[in-house]
């Protein structure tokens, strides 16, 4: 069910913000030394917004540029499967109900092509990211004439809230009992998944196994592989490579991985079932995104908050290869009054300023700002930082296309079906390859694929 919070019921959210103000800075190893940007008087605005693990973070940012500000902030909290629906009714409508609009990274080409959003200098020609903010996969920018998102001739069409990427998590006390040193590579965690079940009696390796999830799941392997879904789609060729020898053994060993070492429902688990079956105390690791980090060290919702290591995504022959990231992009849309513009973008402005990123950090959030998040990579309390930074450097969107969601939705069904074993990993990668042929030919692609593996 969606959940909209109004401006009139916020009190919570509001002494929330007051609770970060007196105390959560405080106690933040960062003190902001910056003040707060001066936005002005705006109009309110209405945010839309994923029910997910970072939202409490950005939930209190919010709550607290309304008590700074005055200025009003409603959020539209909706499930991850209704947000791609929600944002095209926002934009295609004659006038959007949301003045800004947090996009899948993967969503975000339709979005550009269409001429549904509105660049950010168009409203105000001199704003620019402070260059300390994360490039985020670039999945903020858009160069219309190339058809890629880079900043390269593109324009920027909005400001990323967070930059997700994988990490491998773990128990720290049960790798030391069992005698065993965190995985670097795939074969060290095919290794020790299965050494730490046999001693802990824990699931050994969790992660997202259903169909909306095992793309983005399996995307750390594959690129570990040299593997990729096409062959240079930046530079337009668009030859479909995801049934390719590297492929098929990066999925092979993948899918050995979450089913020897993972629960018996692995196909259906959710990334809260992921995050529940650790902070339980069910799992001896898992893969997940840095924004379940506030979930995960926190005592309240975790058993194990204190006894957890994190380390960056395996890699394959000593090499690292660059690392998949599933970031949001906050965008505005076209179909709004100007004046709605300027307050959608005088709270970006805000967010990304160092005081407001230190505060999104205190409530839990995983700021998109070096200089906030590298002064704490040598603190305990955020062990995950290191493994973090080392997977966003040369991160990659693997879907800079309008056709990402349609790709996302075959390759999210064929691995599901191997995972359940209706199809031979060989046979999903085939069947996906075909399929995706389809749709870039569709599309006016210069496209094609590798012959069929071997079945």
């Known amino acids: 069910m969606d959940k909209t919070f109004r401006f009139g019921s916020q009190r919570g959210r509001l002494a929330l913000g007051a609770a970060l103000l007196a105390t959560g800075l405080a106690a933040a190893p960062a003190i902001a030394q910056e003040e707060f940007p001066e936005v002005g008087e705006q109009v309110p605005i209405t945010v839309l917004i994923n029910a997910s693990p970072w939202f409490s973070g950005y939930e209190a940012a919010v709550a607290l540029y309304e008590e700074q500000t005055g200025n009003e902030v409603e959020l539209d909290v909706t499930p991850y499967s209704g947000m791609l629906e929600k944002a095209r009714n926002a934009v295609r409508g004659a006038e959007s109900t949301h003045q800004l609009l947090n996009i899948d990274g993967g969503w975000t080409v339709e979005f550009y092509e269409a001429g549904t959003l509105t660049p950010l200098n168009e409203i105000d020609p001199e704003f620019k990211l402070p260059e300390q903010v994360f490039a985020c996969g670039l999945t903020h920018w858009w160069n219309a004439d190339k058809r890629w998102r880079t900043p390269d001739g593109g324009a920027l069409y909005g400001v990323p809230p967070n930059c997700n990427t994988h990490m491998q998590v773990y128990r720290t006390d049960l790798y030391e009992q069992a005698k065993l040193t965190p995985p670097v590579s795939v074969d060290d965690v095919a290794a020790s998944c299965k050494a730490v079940q046999q001693a802990s009696g824990l699931y050994g390796y969790v992660t997202r196994g259903e169909r909306g999830s095992i793309r983005f799941e399996w995307s750390p392997y594959l690129l570990?592989?040299?593997?990729?879904?096409?062959?240079?789609?930046?530079?337009?060729?668009?030859?479909?490579?995801?049934?390719?020898?590297?492929?098929?053994?990066?999925?092979?060993?993948?899918?050995?991985?979450?089913?020897?070492?993972?629960?018996?429902?692995?196909?259906?688990?959710?990334?809260?079932?992921?995050?529940?079956?650790?902070?339980?105390?069910?799992?001896?690791?898992?893969?997940?995104?840095?924004?379940?980090?506030?979930?995960?060290?926190?005592?309240?919702?975790?058993?194990v908050a204190g006894k957890l290591g994190a380390v960056p995504n395996p890699i394959v022959g000593g090499k690292k290869l660059s690392s998949p990231i599933g970031n949001w992009v906050s965008a505005i849309p076209q179909n709004i009054s100007p004046e709605e513009k300027q307050a959608a973008l005088a709270f970006l402005k805000w967010f990304v300023s160092k005081p407001a990123q230190e505060a999104y950090v205190a409530a839990g959030g995983v700021p998109v700002r070096g200089d906030v998040l590298e002064p704490l990579a040598d603190n305990p309390d955020y062990f995950w930082v290191k493994a973090y930074l080392s997977n966003l450097d040369g991160a990659v969107s693997l879907f800079g296309y309008a056709e990402a969601a349609e790709v996302d939705q075959v390759l999210g069904l064929r691995l599901n079906q191997a995972l359940i074993g209706e199809l031979t990993p060989a046979a999903a990668l085939n069947t996906s390859a075909a399929e995706i042929e389809a749709i870039f030919k569709k599309s006016g692609r210069k496209t094609g694929r590798l012959p069929d593996l071997v079945q």
Request: net charge negative.
């Open 224 to 303: 570990a592989h040299g593997a990729d879904i096409a062959a240079d789609m930046e530079n337009g060729d668009y030859t479909v490579t995801v049934n390719s020898p590297e492929a098929l053994t990066s999925l092979t060993k993948f899918l050995d991985i979450i089913k020897g070492c993972g629960p018996e429902n692995v196909a259906a688990l959710t990334q809260n079932d992921v995050i529940q079956l650790m902070a339980a105390g069910k799992a001896a690791e898992i893969q997940v995104v840095v924004a379940a980090m506030s979930s995960l060290t926190d005592p309240a919702k975790s058993v």
